[in-house]
């Protein structure tokens, strides 16, 4: 699956794809010292991935990762969507 370009575009696929099934939902962080990139991919067998190096992005993706982070460890269902800014 190639990479998204904009990080609104696969926020907002992201947040989709949880909320459609969230006990399949995977999310991976991988940072490559050498290239000095951060990637971040969200799958349920159909793979969502963003990569970057701007430390702006990178605050982006830490915000998001916690906010799955926290849906996925309560217990609590969630129907509504999640703010992604």
Same mark, same amino acid.
């Given at each position: 699956?190639?990479?998204?370009?904009?990080?609104?575009?696969?926020a907002?696929?992201a947040?989709?794809?949880?909320?459609?099934?969230?006990?399949?939902?995977r999310? #991976?962080? *991988?940072?490559r010292?050498c290239? =000095?990139n &951060?990637?971040?991919?969200?799958?349920d067998n159909?793979c969502l991935q963003?990569?970057t190096d701007?430390?702006q992005? #990178?605050k *982006?993706?830490e915000?998001l990762h =916690?906010? &799955?982070m926290?849906?996925?460890v309560?217990?609590?269902t969630?129907?509504?969507?999640?703010e992604?800014?």
């Amino acid at each position: 699956m190639p990479y998204f370009q904009t990080w609104e575009e696969f926020a907002r696929a992201a947040e989709k794809l949880y909320l459609t099934d969230p006990m399949k939902v995977r999310v #991976v962080l *991988k940072y490559r010292h050498c290239d =000095g990139n &951060l990637c971040i991919k969200v799958t349920d067998n159909a793979c969502l991935q963003y990569k970057t190096d701007q430390a702006q992005d #990178v605050k *982006k993706i830490e915000k998001l990762h =916690g906010k &799955l982070m926290r849906l996925m460890v309560s217990k609590e269902t969630h129907s509504g969507s999640m703010e992604t800014d």
